[in-house]
């Protein structure tokens, strides 16, 4: 029961590099979720997809992309870092976009120095 | 716009005591659902329990259920026989809507600290 992967689970980038954090479902669900966690804080959406080949911005999209050509993967990309994209990063599926629950991965602690 | 409130910053509880934490919620939507989640020191979200708003009776699971109070516009989850396991932070959510992907919409969250 695999569920929901992220990888790498920590990673520190200097200012100005690009990496992607990987994220793969074995659940078979359509919609698959990027948040970001601030400390203290609740979680905020950067990206969302609601099936293969169809992605959406959410409420802090700036300084990211991804992509969804599959139904199981669903990369974040950070272009060009900065300080302020230090966070936790949260990956999350779910079958539907109504009132089933969405399911986790265990984060990537970014820092960006 | 949707939102959710947790007004308790921090909880502390005795081992085996209930411990009820707040939740209360604004939506305009007549259809919804409320969600808990726990995050323990670790940083993973483990859902808990979910509450449709049409749903007539509140959601249990285990030792977790949810006091819904539709009216009040409140959520709050009921932890009952609090174990030392049970010390993490508690988000409540909502589904936003459904033509923005049905996010989750998160409250502040309550850090409960379970005392043996």
Not at chain 1, 41 to 67: H, R, W
Not at chain 2, 30 to 46: C, D, V
Not at chain 2, 82 to 107: E, H, T, V, W
Request: charged share 15%.
């Amino acid at each position: 029961n695999a569920g929901v992967t992220q990888t790498p689970k920590f990673r520190i980038l200097k200012i100005g590099q690009s990496m992607t954090l990987q994220c793969t479902q074995d659940m078979n669900h359509n919609y698959m979720y990027w948040y970001r966690q601030d400390p203290g804080m609740g979680l905020k959406l950067i990206y969302y997809s609601v099936g293969a080949g169809i992605t959406d911005k959410g409420e802090v999209p700036n300084g990211y992309n991804v992509s969804r050509s599959t139904t199981e993967d669903f990369p974040l990309r950070l272009e060009l870092a900065a300080p302020s994209q230090t966070s936790v990063y949260f990956c999350a599926s779910s079958p539907d976009g109504l009132n089933q629950p969405q399911h986790f991965g265990d984060g990537t602690r970014l820092s960006i120095l | 716009a949707q939102k959710i409130t947790q007004t308790q910053p921090g909880m502390f509880v005795q081992e085996k005591e209930a411990v009820t934490l707040d939740c209360t919620y604004d939506t305009s939507d007549p259809s919804y659902g409320l969600f808990w989640y726990k995050q323990p020191s670790s940083g993973e979200m483990i859902f808990l329990i979910y509450q449709g708003s049409y749903d007539q009776q509140n959601a249990t699971e285990g030792r977790y259920s949810l006091n819904f109070q539709k009216a009040r516009k409140s959520a709050n989850l009921v932890i009952s026989a609090s174990q030392l396991g049970d010390s993490a932070m508690y988000f409540c959510a909502m589904r936003g809507p459904y033509n923005q992907g049905g996010k989750l919409i998160f409250g502040q969250g309550t850090e409960l600290s379970v005392k043996p």
